[in-house]
């Protein structure tokens, strides 16, 4: 058989890293002195792939803190090929060190390096190596160990006193939402699929009663827990829905979760971090073992910049 009409083994790059494969690598920025890896401007870059929700949450917070001209971003092509994995685009290699593979960045750190070729990364360009490759980490070092170079250094998307509630919602909706989908989308048997599509709508009948009495997740202004779950939802109103067989509701079948997912669109300088084109075109091309035509759909639809009334 073509590999492209299987599940490749690295099939669960577009979805980042599973709880059963954790990220290999695992350093920490840190500010301290002594510290491998201290927060510079100019000195790291981000690789990130727009379809990729992992990675996505990476961008989000680079956009709130105002990072951009602290931490570089190179974006691999949205279609994941099933032989080589993630690439750059065609005529258009990777600008620092001229690559054609995301994979050949891993080797530059770890020249034996056989794990999963993953998106986010974290890269340090000082000693050609990568940083971290796990987004909730990048998540938390991109809010907080730059400020003295962020535009926004205020934002704090976990308040110390939120910190508990903000844990509780990320491991929740991991479990059942951003990891869940893929539990659903890559189930080969009738068992595991109804399971985990019965955890995400349960999930998302919850949110939608808790967004009916309260603005975001933890009080009045979005914090990590937002920032993660959002990435999740505008690829379910755009392709989960369809090429993963979530269809039991579509996101429009939630007023508050639709509302919310709006808000949060809207938010100054998220909507630049999204990118309807790659994420459809990206997860309808890449997963022939879901799409054996190829066939990219237009929907469903589902327009994130109409009025949200949630001020």
């Known amino acids: 058989m073509d590999i492209t009409l299987a599940k490749p083994p690295f099939a669960t790059a577009l979805d980042g890293t599973l709880p059963s494969r954790p990220s290999t690598f695992r350093h ?21 792939s727009y379809g990729c929700p992992w990675a996505h949450r990476t961008l989000i917070v680079r956009a709130l803190k105002g990072l951009e001209a602290c931490i570089g971003v190179t974006a691999v092509h949205h279609r994941l090929d099933s032989r080589t994995g993630w690439a750059f685009a065609p005529g258009r290699p990777e600008p620092l060190y001229g690559l054609s593979f995301l994979a050949q960045l891993y080797t530059m750190a770890e020249p ?10 974290l890269w340090d360009t000082q000693e050609r190596t990568i ?23 205020g934002v704090d998307l976990v308040p110390a006193a939120q910190r508990a509630q903000i844990e509780r919602w990320n491991e929740r909706i991991l479990q059942a939402v951003n990891a869940g989908a893929y539990a659903a989308g890559f189930a080969d048997a009738q068992g595991p699929y109804s399971a985990a599509e019965a955890r995400f709508f349960a999930m998302l009948d919850e949110l939608e009663l808790h967004l009916g009495r309260q603005r975001f997740l933890v009080g009045d202004q979005p914090t990590e827990a937002d920032w993660r779950l959002f990435p999740t939802l505008v690829r379910f109103a755009w392709v989960y829905h369809g090429l993963f067989r979530l269809n039991r509701r579509a996101l429009a079948d939630y007023p508050h979760l639709s509302a919310y997912s709006r808000a949060l669109y809207q938010w100054p300088g998220i909507a ?24 990219v759909p237009p929907g ?5 910049t109409l ?4 001020a």
């Not at 034996?112 to 990364?121: A, E, L, Q, S, W």
């Not at 009025?307 to 949630?310: A, F």
Request: aromatic share 14%.
């Open 272 to 295: 630049a971090t999204v990118d309807e084109h790659q994420i459809r075109d990206g997860y309808w091309s890449s997963m022939a073992w879901l799409n054996l035509s190829g066939v």
């Open 28 to 48: 920490w920025i840190e500010e301290r002195r002594g510290a491998r890896f201290r927060p510079e401007p100019g000195r790291y870059q981000l690789y990130v």
């Open 131 to 153: 940083v971290n490759n796990e987004s909730a980490d990048i998540m938390r070092m991109l809010g907080r160990v730059f400020d003295r170079f962020a535009q926004r250094p």
């Open 112 to 121: 034996d390096y056989r794990g999963r070729i993953t998106v986010p990364v």
């Open 307 to 310: 009025p949200h009334g949630r």
């Open 300 to 304: 469903p639809s589902f327009d994130f």
